[in-house]
């Protein structure tokens, strides 16, 4: 087997060496021997700290539960209209993240959760995100309603997930959910955890 020239090798170095720098600037450091420039993600957060020390750059916590409105809840009537057409809209979770440049976040809410009313109703209601006060028509769940005092009346989960790409800026994320017979509804167990994740560095 024959090894290759020291000359082919210290080309092939200085070649990836320049497309390095071409990719990504070069970290600099001070004195003492510490990165005084090192990568960040797009929400802000440091690749390495200052020794080098790399961090995970695949998935960044955003919101880790977020804020939850306690039960036992009212229903409201529109406007602003919910998601099926009749019915207001109540927040059930909210929370908010913040991006120091365009990047995808996955966005998850767990709903646990039962309604009961004393009018005539639908099965179940819709649950779904609100981002940035825009109603995601295509990030939804359904928990069922019941007749008040109803026995078989229990909680159930539905589970809300989006990935998209989000612009720099603060976000508002809620988890929404439609009250189709208005102030008549009660949102009972009240348990919709809500969580954002960043995809990638």
């Known amino acids: 087997m024959t090894l290759p020239n020291p000359a082919y090798i210290a080309a092939a170095l200085a070649r990836r060496i320049a497309t390095a720098q071409i990719i990504q600037p070069p970290v600099t450091t001070n004195a003492s ?3 005084q420039n090192p990568p960040q993600t797009s929400s802000g957060q440091k690749i390495m700290d200052s020794t080098g020390l790399l ?24 406007p602003p209209t919910g998601l099926s057409g009749t019915g207001g809209e109540v927040i059930l ?13 996955m966005l998850l809410a767990i ?14 209601h819709p649950v779904y995100f609100q981002v940035d006060r825009a109603d995601n028509v295509s990030a939804y769940g359904f928990i069922p309603c019941f007749t008040n005092a109803d026995a078989e009346a229990r909680a159930q989960s539905t589970t809300i997930l989006s990935i998209a790409t989000y612009a720099p800026g603060a976000h508002t994320v809620n988890v929404i959910w439609n009250s189709e017979e208005g102030a008549n509804d009660t949102c009972n167990n009240s348990n919709n955890p809500l969580f954002a994740f960043l995809l990638g560095s």
């Open 33 to 35: 021997g510490q990165i």
């Open 55 to 78: 961090s995970p750059g695949v998935l960044s916590v955003l919101i880790n539960g977020g804020i939850q409105t306690s039960g036992p809840i009212a229903g409201v009537a529109a």
């Open 111 to 124: 709903c646990s959760d039962f309604f009961t009313t004393a009018v005539a109703h639908v099965a179940a």
């Open 93 to 105: 979770t909210t929370g908010t993240f913040t991006l120091t440049r365009s990047a995808t976040v």
